[in-house]
């Protein structure tokens, strides 16, 4: 963790995330330690604004220091993460030196993912939906080629057999269309199959402008997130692309968000949790948590969530969310805006 003096003094490009022999970022992430002296701060400032590593202020206190935040990617500060959200742009924890140990592990693991997710959420907020969508697609399918995903496949258990049976049951009832994930056995995984039954779902509903949509899943889980056994079985990346942008649940989602609840429950992971935040309203059973935990496989979140959950929650807690790995209760979420009600 650098003081502000060090970063003072520091040229820029030592805070940059440059190559290193073997060619993975030397410096993926540049922790601030904000309790120090604060007597250089602009020159710190300074330096910091020209860094691409990834900036993550921290301090012991509860009071987070608003310059570094400004320009921060990720602010961590000391308190209960539910119940102070003052600023969209910070995190509380119990121990921010911990939490900042555990960003350091997960980022070193897999910077190249790490970065790639940073560098993207820093201007998708500004781009249209579908431009941002495009540009997720875009990089996700970049780290299906890449080394770190590729260490992932080789360390994960084989697939297995294909399941059959019909991933979505959809029901009309007025003018209520009920989508319900129905691959119990997988825990509502998405997979290719169930992916273009849920775009014929919500073609329904696009097509009739009357119809309100209610998403849900049975089972223990509203979603697992994505089916790890179809993760790697794309020969082409660029092929990858393509059916991302020209077959996306969210894009389809968000052309008629205002029309979309979903009901979520259980643990809603990747997926499972990225898609329901296009939605105008998603409710949560009491108990249901929610994690992104791609930057672990090498990856980013794919299925929207770069683009959905900083919309609800801010670039930096979206961030956060995927590099931490947490498990963000039903109540945080709450708090956060990611749902919208538990009941």
Request: hydrophobic share 50%; glycine share 10%; net charge neutral.
């Amino acid at each position: 963790m650098l003081d502000l003096a060090t970063i003072a003094a520091r040229d820029a490009g030592e805070l940059t995330a440059g190559l290193d022999a073997g060619g993975r970022p030397g410096r993926a992430v540049v922790f601030v330690d904000t309790d120090t002296d604060r007597s250089k701060l602009e020159d710190a400032v300074l330096r910091l604004r020209a860094a691409r590593a990834i900036i993550v202020a921290v301090t012991r206190s509860a009071a987070p220091l608003m310059p570094i935040v400004n320009i921060a990617d990720i602010s961590i500060a000391r308190g209960s993460l539910a119940g102070v959200d003052s600023d969209s742009r910070t995190v509380w924890v119990n121990d921010p030196l911990d939490a900042a140990a555990t960003l350091r592990q997960r980022v070193e693991a897999n910077p190249v993912a790490a970065l790639t997710l940073t560098w993207l959420l820093r201007g998708g907020g500004e781009l249209p939906v579908a431009s941002a969508l495009c540009d997720e697609s875009a990089a996700y399918s970049m780290l299906l080629a890449a080394g770190e995903f590729r260490a992932w496949l080789a360390r994960r258990r084989p697939p297995r057999a294909p399941d059959g049976g019909d991933r979505v049951r959809v029901m009309r009832t007025g003018n209520v269309l009920n989508v319900v994930l129905s691959r119990r056995s997988r825990r509502n995984a998405v997979d290719a199959a169930m992916r273009n039954a849920l775009l014929e779902a919500l073609a329904i509903a696009e097509w009739d402008t009357s119809l309100r949509v209610l998403i849900s899943g049975e089972g223990p889980s509203f979603s697992a997130g994505g089916d790890l056994d179809e993760f790697g079985t794309a020969g082409d990346p660029a092929l990858a692309h393509l059916i991302r942008v020209t077959a996306s649940v969210g894009a389809a989602l968000h052309r008629i968000r205002e029309r979309v609840s979903v009901r979520v429950h259980g643990v809603c992971i990747g997926a499972g949790v990225e898609l329901p935040s296009f939605a105008a309203r998603v409710v949560a059973a009491p108990g249901t948590e929610f994690a992104l935990p791609e930057i672990a496989m090498g990856l980013i979140p794919g299925a929207g969530g770069t683009v959905s959950i900083p919309r609800r929650v801010g670039r930096h807690r979206a961030l956060w969310l995927a590099l931490s790995g947490v498990r963000l209760d039903a109540a945080t979420a709450l708090e956060w805006g990611l749902i919208d009600a538990i009941e």
